[in-house]
């Protein structure tokens, strides 16, 4: 690898040129890269209130659906009709029924109640995490064509010998756009809600941009594509002098200067021979 790439990486990623050189040259080499590094203090802050909020929003979120899904299920099984899906009112509303269903011998009554709730407990939770599955892809589908429209006005460009239309639905076979439930835009890969650094949601127009940037569509076209003409500095890492500007680049982002992207990006800055890895 060129000298001057080492040294440009080994600055970015705080490990010495000599470790970060031994590491590429010998397969069995370990080195280890503290992410921390890349974070200012009122990111890391930042970074650490949201991954709380996640896990305690993952957690009610999933406590919710779970008990309204069990007492639907529930409800219909054992011939409940009232309106609500609420767990107390559930239960009331059991206890009623029991009450009044049992007969000449209420232990074996209600014995054989108590196991019957068991069993369709167990039966509604499988039921719920399946047609959750079956849910999300319908409704992620459902949502990339809504939008297709306002997506496609975020490609930087046409890519060189590709219809704009071509790309966009290559890009949402990976990327799902959503809107959460406060409105806010959001995207989907694998599953997951792609977000920055910080852990902040990354909203559709940076997706799509970083998209381009990762499939490397983002140099410019000769065929009369959007992709014409020159780009201020920032949207087409040609246009990069200096290794400095790339890294304040990376951090307005929000991007891992270890990912892929940056990787991507830091390649397509490479390509500028006047490229100062130093600078």
Request: aromatic share 6%.
């Given at each position: 690898m060129n000298k001057k790439v080492i040294?440009?990486?080994?600055?970015?990623?705080?490990?010495?040129?000599?470790d970060l050189t031994s590491a590429i040259e010998s397969e069995?080499?370990?080195l280890t890269f503290d992410v921390n590094k890349t974070f200012s203090v009122k990111e890391w802050e930042t970074f650490e209130t949201n991954r709380q909020k996640e896990k305690d929003t993952e957690y009610n979120n999933g406590k919710e659906v779970g008990v309204r899904q069990f007492v639907q299920g529930a409800k219909k099984d054992i011939g409940?009709?009232?309106?609500?899906k609420d767990g107390k009112m559930f239960l009331e509303k059991y206890k009623e029924k029991v009450i009044g269903d049992i007969g000449d011998n209420p232990d074996e009554r209600v014995v054989n109640l108590t196991k019957d709730l068991s069993i369709l407990r167990e039966s509604a939770l499988k039921d719920l995490e399946a047609e959750t599955k079956k849910y999300n892809t319908v409704n992620d589908k459902y949502n990339s064509l809504k939008n297709g429209n306002e997506i496609s006005g975020y490609a930087p460009n046409k890519p060189k010998g590709m219809d704009l239309s071509d790309a966009v639905f290559i890009m949402e076979n990976v990327l799902s756009f959503q809107r959460d439930d406060e409105g806010q835009k959001i995207v989907m890969r694998d599953g997951q809600v792609i977000k920055d650094k910080t852990r902040n949601a990354v909203g559709w127009e940076t997706a799509v941009k970083d998209y381009w940037?990762?499939?490397e569509w983002t140099a410019s076209t000769s065929d009369g594509g959007r992709g014409d003409g020159?780009?201020?500095?920032?949207s087409d890492p040609k246009k990069f002098s200096k290794q400095s500007e790339l890294t304040a680049y990376f951090e307005e982002?929000?991007?891992?200067?270890?990912?892929?992207?940056a990787t991507a990006i830091q390649n397509e800055a490479?390509?500028?021979?006047?490229?100062?890895?130093?600078g």
């Open positions: 040294e440009a990486l080994a600055k970015i990623t705080n490990v010495p040129v000599s069995s080499s370990e409940l009709d009232y309106e609500g940037i990762e499939k020159p780009k201020p500095n920032g982002k929000g991007i891992n200067p270890l990912g892929l992207e490479g390509k500028n021979d006047d490229f100062d890895y130093l």
